[in-house]
């Protein structure tokens, strides 16, 4: 079964109209899921002509900003740390987790599976799911522990946005540093 998903403007809505939105949406579209960021909601599509998502997605909800077949999952990320610094600081949390996913499998380095369940844990607040939210984001610091870098990520930096996101149950940017260590 192929699959879409579709990046769309946001016009006003926040995690917690998701359950209406998934109600409205699939009386009219084979939704698979919603997720509601800032500025954006994301709508995974099962099995539709791309086109005539996109031209139903435009009439009820907004304008499509990006159509991604995600069908192999496999095959979305490259394993480039500044491409997920870029997705996740977009909020684009579902993407940033699958780009790390080949990296990770090849090292089994913790610190980037710490990365992939910190992404995934704002996916779960976009889904309007703060106790999974406080489960995951808990679970990726006890993995970024040690303090060096990864990529251009200092991991202590990040640590300390992980821990005021937890209270604030907002997402953070990542800022990229220049330090390049590679992960082991």
Not at 4 to 29: A, M
Not at 32 to 47: P, T
Not at 75 to 96: M, P, T
Request: aromatic share 8%; proline share 4%.
């Amino acid at each position: 079964m192929k699959r879409y998903l579709y990046i769309v403007d946001n016009s006003g809505h926040t995690p917690s109209d998701r359950p209406k939105l998934l109600r409205e949406l699939r009386s009219v579209l084979p939704v698979l899921n919603v997720r509601v960021a800032s500025e954006h909601i994301e709508l995974v599509l099962g099995d539709v002509d791309p086109e005539w998502g996109k031209e139903r997605i435009e009439t009820t909800l907004g304008s499509v900003r990006y159509i991604i077949d995600i069908t192999n999952e496999e095959r979305i990320g490259s394993g480039d740390i500044a491409r997920f610094v870029q997705l996740f600081n977009e909020e684009r949390f579902w993407e940033a987790h699958a780009e790390l996913e080949p990296l990770w499998r090849k090292s089994r380095d913790g610190r980037l599976q710490g990365l992939i369940i910190l992404a995934a844990a704002y996916v779960k607040l976009q889904e309007g799911a703060a106790d999974k939210f406080v489960f995951l984001a808990s679970e990726a610091l006890k993995l970024l522990e040690g303090g060096r870098a990864i990529g251009c990520i200092n991991i202590d930096a990040l640590r300390e946005s992980v821990e005021r996101s937890l209270e604030t149950r907002r997402p953070f940017k990542i800022i990229c540093e220049h330090a390049t260590l590679e992960p082991k």
